[in-house]
T-cell receptor, first 107, second 115 residues
Framework: KQEVTQIPAALSVPEGENLVLNCSFTDSAIYNLQWFRQDPGKGLTSLLLIQSSQREQTSGRLNASLDKSSGRSTLYIAASQPGDSATYLCAVGAMRFGAGTRLTVKP | EPEVTQTPSHQVTQMGQEVILRCVPISNHLYFYWYRQILGQKVEFLVSFYNNEISEKSEIFDDQFSVERPDGSNFTLKIRSTKLEDSAMYFC?????????????FGPGTRLTVT
């Protein structure tokens, strides 16, 4: 059974800092991995989707990487802003979500 | 920009009652999903639906749950006899079928409160 873990559970950084969020999974036979953002009481907003054949995807200040052999994905956020404050979730395929990393970016 | 919509945004019901949660997926999408998120917990997969039938379901999706696509636009989740532990946010999602991208788009959710 696929297990998805996100570390750290919470992260607080000053504005402007570059940061990395981690997602690990136990079964490397994945189809894709998707990163989402969730604001309090809201739905999930898709950030990046990485297919199993890809190693990374980029969108603006975000870069997600995938290493299936080690069961890891990272989400890199460059030059963080207070508006980036949210919970970031990774999902392996459609069926397994991590618990998320709650990010706070302080002005 | 196309988006997934869900109604109602909040539903309060008494234990044992039936509820129907409604979703309108993005119009050209062919895969549909329901998830739930109990307050403070992980998003949990319930069911996926493709070509008018269930393609996958989790152990949570027992006989109390059913899904339907009654027309060309709506996708519904029915809970036959609600329990207190069904209280959660329920999210609908859809994805396309390009063979390349299965990026999921989520609706804003329905908060179900069972009293």
């Amino acid at each position: 059974k696929q297990e998805v873990t996100q570390i750290p559970a919470a992260l607080s950084v000053p504005e402007g800092e570059n940061l990395v969020l981690n997602c690990s999974f136990t079964d490397s036979a994945i189809y894709n991995l998707q990163w989402f953002r969730q604001d309090p009481g809201k739905g999930l907003t898709s950030l990046l989707l990485i297919q199993s054949s890809q190693r990374e995807q980029t969108s603006g200040r975000l870069n997600a990487s995938l290493d299936k052999s080690s069961g890891r994905s990272t989400l890199y956020i460059a030059a963080s802003q207070p508006g980036d404050s949210a919970t970031y979730l990774c999902a392996v395929g459609a069926m397994r979500f991590g618990a998320g990393t709650r990010l706070t970016v302080k002005p | 920009e196309p988006e997934v919509t869900q109604t109602p945004s909040h539903q309060v019901t008494q234990m044992g009652q039936e509820v129907i949660l409604r979703c309108v997926p993005i119009s050209n999408h062919l895969y549909f999903y329901w998830y739930r998120q109990i307050l403070g917990q992980k998003v949990e997969f319930l069911v996926s639906f493709y070509n008018n039938e269930i393609s996958e379901k989790s152990e949570i999706f027992d006989d109390q749950f059913s899904v339907e696509r009654p027309d060309g636009s709506n996708f519904t989740l029915k809970i036959r006899s609600t329990k207190l532990e069904d209280s959660a946010m329920y999210f609908c999602a859809s994805s396309d079928e390009t063979g390349i991208s299965y990026e999921q788009y989520f609706g804003p959710g329905t908060r179900l409160t069972v009293t």
